[in-house]
């Protein structure tokens, strides 16, 4: 038996390694054949020597040619790649098609058939073809043979797990965050076959089966949850990873007690905004044990860190967001792939933008400059990157992992929350969700796959453009101050321009102009997160109260309160603590706003809450200004340049989604609405401990605290789409159906 058993292992052990060669000598042969008929086509490169050979000789010089470069890319290119992690990340990038047409024309020297020669510019583009046409074979024939697909897996699993000894039975948990995306628009999408991945786990039949086609089973659940009033991905992902985001009024904000603008995107305001929330928390954070934090603002507490602000400032080798890239880069297949997804992406936005600005498409703003250059970064580098850097924890067995992809989120920020650049956006996000599911297939551990995003975004118009004057000119006027007749633009706060400038080692943003010794009558300091926009006084070292403001600037609180543009301004007062303003003197306390909600009562339920919750920040503004909202379209005006804007309340950006797997405890209780992204934290570490420790039954009954303020009852989807809850035919780990898997498997990269 023993002998038989020797026999088998030895068999097994020789087919593998023949179907290993015969896999290689396929993948010499045909890049063989591209660079024979690459030097058939392109006049600047040639296999023959001046006097002309044989076709034999010819193909004798390709082959040794395509082995030299082969060997080359595989030996070479990791050692290159690591000594370049000195070079920005972008950079790298924009590099790849001239190293790897270095290693072809090294290639071409070192033929030992002394012949073939190659201009170093065409040497750019035969390498770039004959590793993309090298690379797309190998995974062909790595799909049709499922036996080394797996064994593929499973080697990078067992080399990444070399140094540790854990291969645990519990779950893991991967938390993938779609930065921007709204519920309705992933109701949109699912309903509309954009994303197949998350339809499949919906147990959403396929739209082009037709009406009648059957209902799958169901393995997650989908929910909506509600942002605090500062809606975007500083406040909620520092609540989410860190439990807390208290004193976190906006994306930026000026203290006056430290004379700073702090901004969430900024390395060294994201590195103090987590201290805080440690200090405030005492625990280091939802990934502490066993948690890898991947292309976040912050850490989570985790160990493994990758493309995380917060620690990019660090001098530490292990901390530079930069070095997140080689594990990616080190593959010249995989360098040259998103090279030439980057180079499209940017084709792509050139071209639509130029589409739009033919067609007179309002409302648009500008996309000229380098943001095409920062699209492609979010949308092909740093999904890519990211979702390499998270396959990578699963096949390393990790416990928790959670990764922000951004790409979403920058282009609806131009393009609008739902035109058909975001549309095609979302197709390739879910790509990347049909990857994570097939390779979790392989880890070694079961995981369940989350889904959520961390607000959702609004259309509209910007107010400039609608009123032709920023709310900063707006402010000055109502100070009486002179108004320049050109406008200025304001910052925009996409997160992905965090990222490009952290790879870039270029700072966030240039540091605030607010003067180190003011003046008795220093000029308001006004800033936008969207459609929230703050005005601070530098010169008064207290939040000012409408009294002191009116005394100072008697026109300006009513010129803002009565502008079409506005919705409502939040102050403090000297008599009811705070009051928000509207129009047409419109003044309520914020204790009566659950009486008379005024100003919020197209806002919707629960915005008094969050009003007065920001209301008792430390650092609050001295007028926090929410600009106008339509109930009817959804519509806001951000005081950015920005067409799809998150920041304030008003409508989607209020609303985004958390899709879980069934057989996670629902995080609602009683049918109450999730509200704040503390209260997903909490929800989140419940989910943890139950993998961190003995395992529950599922059927046993577990309670998640609610928030300490009253929620009310879960409003109806406005998209006329219901919600969709638990229910039954979940799996017993979370995974994707077959179907989808296969779908997954078709998909071959996140590209």
């Known amino acids: 038996m023993r002998e038989a058993g020797g026999r088998r292992v030895a068999t097994g052990r020789w087919r593998r390694i023949g179907s290993a060669a015969w896999r290689s000598v396929t993948v010499w042969a045909v890049s063989t054949l591209t660079m024979l008929v690459l030097a058939g086509i392109l006049p600047d490169f040639r296999l023959q020597s001046a006097d002309g050979d044989s076709a034999t000789r010819i193909a004798v010089t390709a082959a040794l040619g395509a082995g030299a470069f082969g060997l080359l890319s595989a030996l070479v290119w990791p050692l290159l790649v690591r000594a370049l992690l000195l070079v920005p990340a972008l950079v790298l990038g924009l590099l790849v098609f001239f190293l790897n047409g270095s290693l072809l024309l090294l290639a071409m020297r070192l033929n030992p058939a002394g012949r073939g020669e190659v201009a170093p510019e065409t040497a750019v583009v035969v390498a770039a073809v004959m590793s993309a046409v090298a690379s797309a074979t190998g995974a062909a024939l790595a799909v049709r043979d499922d036996d080394a697909y797996r064994r593929r897996l499973s080697r990078l699993a067992a080399r990444r797990r070399a140094r540790t000894d854990r291969c645990p039975g519990t779950p893991g948990t991967v938390f993938i965050q779609l930065d921007g995306v709204g519920h309705d628009v992933l109701v949109h999408a699912v309903d509309h076959g954009l994303m197949p991945t998350v339809a499949a786990w919906l147990g959403v039949p396929d739209p082009a089966d037709g009406p009648g086609a059957p209902t799958g089973t169901a393995t997650h659940g989908l929910i909506p949850w509600r942002t605090d009033w500062s809606s975007q991905t500083g406040a909620s992902q520092l609540g989410i990873l860190h439990g807390s985001n208290h004193d976190v009024p906006a994306f930026r904000w000026y203290e006056k007690d430290t004379r700073e603008v702090v901004v969430c995107n900024r390395p060294t305001s994201a590195a103090?905004?987590?201290?805080?929330?440690?200090?405030?928390?005492?625990?280091?954070?939802?990934?502490?044990?066993d948690g890898a934090s991947r292309g976040n603002l912050f850490s989570g507490g985790a160990d493994q860190l990758a493309l995380v602000l917060s620690v990019s400032a660090r001098r530490g080798r292990e901390n530079r967001?930069?070095?997140?890239?080689f594990a990616y880069f080190s593959d010249p297949a995989n360098a040259v792939r998103t090279a030439l997804s980057f180079v499209a992406e940017v084709s792509r936005e050139i071209t639509q933008s130029t589409r739009s600005r033919l067609r007179h498409d309002r409302p648009r703003v500008s996309r000229g400059g380098l943001y095409p250059l920062v699209r492609a970064f979010a949308t092909v580098v740093e999904r890519d990157v990211v979702v390499a850097a998270v396959l990578g924890d699963m096949l390393a067995g990790r416990g928790a992992v959670y990764a922000d992809l951004v790409a979403y989120d920058?282009?609806?920020?131009?393009?609008?929350?739902?035109?058909?650049?975001t549309e095609r956006v979302l197709t390739r996000l879910d790509r990347s969700l049909a990857l994570l599911a097939e390779v979790a297939e392989h880890a070694p551990r079961p995981y369940r796959i989350v889904v959520l995003s961390d607000h959702g975004q609004s259309p509209g118009e910007t107010f400039l453009g609608r009123y032709g004057l920023s709310l900063g000119n707006l402010v000055r006027a109502g100070c009486g101050l002179p108004v320049p007749r050109r406008a200025h633009r304001t910052h925009s706060g996409?997160?992905?321009r965090a990222a490009v400038r952290a790879a870039l080692h270029r700072p966030v943003e240039e540091p605030s102009s607010v003067p180190d010794a003011p003046t008795p009558r220093a000029e308001p300091l006004v800033l936008a997160s969207g459609n929230l926009g703050l005005v601070s006084?530098?010169?008064?070292?207290h939040r000012m109260t409408r009294q002191e403001i009116d005394r100072?600037?008697?026109?300006?609180?009513?010129?803002?309160?009565?502008?079409?543009?506005?919705?409502?301004?939040?102050?403090a007062d000297e008599e009811h603590g705070g009051v928000v303003l509207g129009a047409r003197g419109l003044a309520v306390p914020l204790t009566e706003l659950d009486r008379t909600p005024g100003p919020l009562a197209d806002f919707g339920p629960g915005a008094a809450d969050a009003v007065r919750r920001t209301h008792?920040?430390?650092?609050?503004?001295?007028?926090m200004v929410n600009s106008w909202y339509d109930p009817q379209s959804g519509e806001v005006l951000a005081f950015e340049e920005q067409i799809g804007s998150h920041g304030g309340l008003g409508g989607d950006q209020n609303r985004p989604f958390l899709l879980h797997p069934l057989d996670l405890p629902d995080p609602r209780t009683d049918g109450a609405e999730l509200v704040g992204a503390e209260h997903l934290h909490?929800?989140?570490?419940?989910w943890l401990a139950e993998t961190e420790g003995p395992q529950i039954p599922l059927t046993a009954t577990r309670t998640i605290r609610t928030p300490p303020t009253a929620v009310p009852p879960e409003e109806p989807d406005r998209g006329g789409h219901p919600s969709r809850t638990a229910g039954s035919g979940s799996t017993s780990n979370g995974r994707t159906p077959r179907a989808s898997s296969d779908r997954a498997r078709t998909s071959g990269s996140a590209s």
């Open 616 to 623: 008792a920040f430390p650092h609050v503004a001295d007028i």
């Open 494 to 496: 996409a997160e992905a």
């Open 410 to 421: 920058e282009v609806a920020h131009h393009s609008g929350p739902r035109s058909g650049d």
């Open 272 to 289: 103090e905004l987590q201290r805080r929330a440690v200090a405030r928390t005492g625990g280091p954070g939802l990934l502490a044990l």
């Open 682 to 686: 909490r929800v989140f570490r419940t």
């Open 552 to 571: 100072r600037h008697p026109a300006l609180l009513s010129t803002l309160a009565n502008h079409p543009g506005i919705g409502f301004l939040l102050v």
């Open 321 to 325: 967001s930069r070095a997140g890239y």
């Open 537 to 541: 006084f530098p010169d008064v070292p």
